[in-house]
C-alpha cells in the first residue's frame, strides 16, 4: 500500500477514536468501479419499481423479496420503502446482503440482451472495495492505536466478510410529501456494527451530505461536509463502542438523514450503499485485551458475555418498530 494512502488510513482512526466519524478520501481507480456499481444498481432499482405486485416473475434471475417479518440481521434481498418493514425503511426501497449471501437480477428493462449477471458481478465488486479495501484497513488501523494484537478482529471476532450486513438503498420523497422538507427521514441512530462505511451516489466529490448529519458533543447536529464516489464515510458502530466500555475514546457515532433537496435534479432522491462490519454470530461481545480499556474482572463478567447474534438479536427488534418516532 502507498505511503500516502496509510498516512489517511492513520488520521482517519484518529478521527475516530476522537469524534466516532471521519472521511476517508478514495483514489480515482476505486471510484470508476463505484460509478460503475451506483449506475447498475440504479437501473435494478427502476425496473423493480415499476413491478407491482412484488413478484419476482418479470426477472430472468428470481431474486429474493424480502419478508418484513423474518430477521432483520439475516435479510438479504429487496424491499420497497414502507413503514412494514421497519421505521428505518418508511422511505427507502432497496437491496440488502446479509453473512456472505449474494444473488443476481436482470429484470425486464434492466440492461442491454447479453447482460445477465451483471448486477451481482458490481454488487460483489462494490462490497470488495468497501469490505476488503476500506473496512479491513481501517480496523488493522484501530488495531494498533488500541495496541492490540495484529488480525485480533479478525482472529477472534471474524472473519466479517461472511457476518457482515450491507445495503443499496434508495431514499426517494415525493411530492405530496415535501411538508417533510427539513425533518428526519431516517431517526437518530448508531450503527450495530463494529465500523460502517458509507458511500454516496454522487460523482467525485461534492460538498455536503445529502442530508447526513452527526450529533456532536455540543449537543448540536452537524452535516458531512463532503460527499460522493470519491469519499467513503466511516462511523465507529455500537459494537466497537461497546467492546471498548470507555465513552472517551471510538465513541458509537450518533447520526440521522434529514430532508433535503436536490436542486441540480430538482427531487428529493437519494442513492447510499452502506456496509455494516459485524462479528461472526457466535463471537462474544467481550472487553477488548487493550491497555487502554477499562480493566474488568474477567472471571466476574464472563457470565454476562452475549455472543453476537444475542445481542443483534435485540437491536434487530428495535430496528423493525413499526411506530414513527421522531426526535
Request: aromatic share 8%; charged share 25%.
Amino acid at each position: 500500500m502507498q505511503i500516502e494512502f496509510q498516512l489517511q488510513f492513520d488520521t482517519c482512526a484518529q478521527n475516530l477514536e476522537s469524534d466516532g466519524y471521519a472521511l476517508l478520501a478514495l483514489s480515482s481507480n476505486l471510484t470508476s468501479a463505484i460509478s460503475n456499481s451506483f449506475a447498475t444498481a440504479r437501473a435494478a432499482l427502476d425496473s423493480l419499481s415499476s413491478i407491482e405486485d412484488n413478484s419476482p416473475a418479470e426477472c430472468q434471475f428470481p431474486m429474493p423479496f424480502i419478508d418484513p417479518n423474518s430477521d432483520s440481521g439475516s435479510w438479504t434481498g429487496y424491499h420497497r420503502a414502507a413503514v412494514e418493514n421497519g421505521r428505518y425503511n418508511r422511505f427507502r426501497e432497496g437491496f440488502v446482503f446479509s453473512n456472505g449471501d449474494m444473488f443476481d437480477i436482470n429484470c425486464v428493462g434492466h440492461g442491454k440482451e447479453g447482460e445477465a449477471g451483471e448486477f451481482g458481478t458490481q454488487m460483489k465488486e462494490l462490497f470488495h472495495i468497501m469490505h476488503n479495501v476500506i473496512a479491513n484497513e481501517i480496523l488493522k488501523t484501530i488495531e494498533r492505536r488500541l495496541q492490540l494484537p495484529e488480525a485480533y478482529f479478525r482472529n477472534e471476532l471474524g472473519p466479517t466478510d461472511t457476518s457482515s450486513q450491507w445495503h443499496m438503498k434508495r431514499y426517494d420523497i415525493h411530492s405530496e410529501e415535501e411538508s417533510l422538507d427539513g425533518s428526519e427521514i431516517l431517526p437518530m441512530h448508531t450503527d450495530p456494527s463494529l465500523i460502517s462505511i458509507v458511500i454516496l451516489d454522487a460523482s467525485e466529490v461534492q460538498m455536503g451530505g445529502m442530508g447526513l448529519q452527526v450529533y456532536q458533543t455540543d449537543r448540536t447536529w452537524k452535516e458531512i461536509i463532503r460527499h460522493g464516489h470519491g469519499i467513503a464515510i466511516i462511523f465507529v458502530g455500537s459494537v466497537l463502542s461497546h467492546l471498548i466500555k470507555d465513552k472517551s475514546i471510538f465513541p458509537a457515532a450518533k447520526h440521522r438523514v434529514v430532508q433535503w433537496w436536490d436542486r441540480d435534479n430538482d427531487k428529493h432522491q437519494r442513492v447510499a450503499a452502506t456496509l455494516f462490519v459485524r462479528p461472526n454470530g457466535d463471537a462474544l461481545m467481550r472487553p477488548l485485551p487493550s491497555p487502554l480499556v477499562l480493566d474488568l474482572d474477567e472471571r466476574k463478567h464472563k457470565s454476562t458475555h452475549l455472543t453476537f447474534a444475542q445481542w443483534n438479536a435485540r437491536v434487530a427488534k428495535n430496528y423493525m418498530k413499526k411506530q414513527d418516532q421522531r426526535r
